[in-house]
Nanobody
Framework: QIKLQESGGGSVQIGGSLTLSCAAP????????MGWFRQAPGKEREGIGC????????WYADSVKGRFTISKDNVQTTMYLQMNSLKPEDSAIYYC?????????????????????????WGQGTQVTVSS
């Protein structure tokens, strides 16, 4: 099992920016994909983006497309989530997750949605709060 660790959460004003990091020591960045989920109080966990380790193709949910950017540093085995133009509805606990196989991307291609069950490893989450 791969241990993932998020960092960089915090409070930010509406319209501001924040960058989250996900450290993934030992994760085989040569296959599968890594993604970000978020969960707001009283809501279901939402997959917001996933980056393929081969080719670097990135999928984004409509709710964050154009505002959030996912990238990764294979040398440092770290994935990032750059969040711009933050809104109150972006407030949530953000989780990074990893799929070492092809399950996550296949699911995304089939239903245009990230499925939790296709990710094998998860971080503990980091809180992001957006307010005025």
């Amino acid at each position: 099992q791969i241990k993932l660790q998020e960092s960089g959460g915090g409070s930010v004003q509406i319209g501001g920016s924040l960058t989250l990091s996900c450290a993934a020591p030992g994760y085989p960045f040569s296959s599968g994909c890594m993604g970000w989920f978020r969960q707001a109080p009283g809501k279901e966990r939402e997959g917001i983006g996933c980056i393929a380790n081969r080719g670097g193709r990135v999928w984004y949910a409509d709710s964050v497309k154009g505002r959030f950017t996912i990238s990764k540093d294979n040398v440092q085995t770290t994935m990032y989530l750059q969040m711009n133009s933050l809104k109150p509805e972006d407030s949530a606990i953000y989780y990074c997750a990893a799929d070492s196989g092809l399950y996550a991307m296949e699911s995304i291609q089939r239903i245009n949605k990230m499925e939790e069950r296709t990710f094998q490893d998860w971080g503990q989450g980091t809180q992001v709060t957006v307010s005025s």
